[in-house]
């Protein structure tokens, strides 16, 4: 018999069909019913349109969508013979804003989903104003990207060849304010010690030293037991180049290079349900995408002591996305320091685009994991278009022999409760996967 769980609050709705074993989950098949259908709009499309639409997929991930398309048609100039200067003022203004993007999606993630829930999981209320912390430090970094990237979510600064801003000395100024205003909150409110501080943690027992809401989150996550489940298959992807992202694989304990050529798409198994999402897979592998990953690949020290000690447990999972919180507020204090003014923002292309008949790929790390957008150009017209997200890595759907991240990591559960809060430390994205 399958007991059907719907998850809300995941930007769209999930469903979870649960079936038990001794009063234990024993297999979990994840459903998205939703369709968007953002592949089909793009298709007969011009290319720079892609650049309108594709940020339109997500209202918490639009500026990654816009990162990838740009990558995307970047790589079929390059394809097609003509690569594209892009200036390190460009290159710096991209990767700062996709990290503040990334930035405010951990804060929302961490206290209007993981803190609210793992309270009601231990029946432990928290105050009122848990979620209006992470509405105040996401709007602060979403201050600061709209300072270059003009408006958020759907922000279409980004273009081949560079950015459409042209920042002054004062905008870099006022950006810096905001950003050391966040890192101060995040030192009074989150960790209780200093940036420098938590940054130089490597153990568990660190942890001790810390004394905002981290430590109470901490603290209900072991009362919990979530150090001893949400175990998955121990095995990890990064497939974005960018400062604080490493593309490689983890698999067998083992570091290894990656080819995105070998990332495969399937259709999901469901029991008796409908879904729009498809499987990302990787040499018919599945992996885990995000913060966990990008830690293990980095050896962030902090992290890679977790892992030792507790793998991929649903405990170490949501510690690795917290502390990247703090690792990409320090990336992108050293990213506005490096900024060199008197560089260009664009540099045209030799070539129009309406010339061009090729293929091309762009990739970047989204808050969940690796966004991959591929589009095959006719005289600059999408011929076609995939989107490859993080949450089909995450939630792909396997039949019980062929699990995903997430469903293995749900087996074992005591409760629908206890399972669907590990599901929820993937950071579920619905619409992102029914596009």
């Known amino acids: 018999m399958m007991t059907r769980k719907w998850i809300e609050r995941i930007e769209g709705e999930a469903s979870i069909g649960f079936e038990f074993e001794e009063n234990k989950v024993s297999f979990a ?18 290319a720079m349109d892609a650049l309108v639409i594709a940020p339109r997929v997500c209202g918490i991930c639009g500026h990654s969508h816009l990162f990838a398309a740009v990558r995307a048609i970047e790589s079929v100039y390059a394809n097609s013979g003509f690569p594209l200067e892009i ?36 029946q432990r209320p928290i105050a009122d104003s848990c979620r209006l912390k992470g509405a105040y430090a996401a709007s602060l970094a979403t201050k600061v990207l709209a300072i270059f990237a003009g408006q958020w979510p759907h922000s279409s600064y980004m273009i081949p060849g560079g950015v459409t801003c042209d920042p002054t000395y004062v905008d870099t100024v006022r950006a810096m304010g905001i950003l050391d205003e966040l890192m101060r909150w995040f030192e009074k409110e989150v960790t209780g010690i200093s940036m420098e501080e938590y940054l130089s943690i ?41 400062g604080f992202s490493n593309p ?38 599945a992996f885990e995408t995000g913060p966990l990953a990008r830690a293990v690949t980095n050896g962030v020290p902090f992290i890679k002591h977790l892992h030792r000690y507790f793998r991929d447990s649903t405990y170490t999972r949501i510690m690795a996305r917290s502390y990247e919180t703090a690792l990409l507020l320090d990336h992108c204090k050293t990213l506005l320091q490096s900024l060199r003014l008197d ?8 070539k129009k685009i309406t010339s061009l008949s090729e293929e091309g790929v762009g990739i970047v790390e989204a808050p969940r994991g690796p966004l991959i957008h591929k589009v095959t150009l006719n005289k600059g017209i999408v011929d076609h278009y995939t989107l490859i997200t993080p949450t089909q890595w995450n939630l792909s759907c396997g039949s019980p022999q062929t699990q995903g991240p997430a469903q293995k990591a749900m087996i074992g559960a005591d409760s629908i409760e206890t399972a669907t809060f590990t599901f929820r430390s993937f950071d579920v994205c619905s619409v992102c996967t029914t596009h």
């Not at 560089?343 to 030799?350: L, N, T």
């Open 29 to 46: 098949s994840i459903a998205f019913p939703h369709f968007r259908g953002m592949e089909a709009i793009l298709q007969s499309k011009p």
């Open 87 to 122: 200036s390190p003022k460009a290159q710096i203004l991209r990767e700062l804003t996709l990290s503040l993007e990334l930035i405010q999606n951990h804060f929302k993630w961490l206290y209007m989903v993981i803190y609210p829930e793992l309270s009601h999981l231990l």
């Open 202 to 242: 490597s153990s568990a027992k660190d942890l001790s030293h810390v004394s905002g809401d981290m430590r109470d989150i901490d603290k209900m996550l072991r009362t919990a037991k979530m150090h001893k489940q949400g175990f998955s298959y121990d095995r990890y992807m990064v497939l974005g180049n960018h």
């Open 248 to 285: 490689s694989k983890y698999m067998h304990r083992r570091m290894a290079k990656v080819n995105p050529q070998l990332v495969m798409l399937e259709d999901p198994y469901t029991v008796d349900e409908k879904t729009y999402a498809k499987n990302a897979l990787y040499q018919n592998n």
């Open 343 to 350: 560089e260009p923002s664009f540099i045209e292309p030799s």
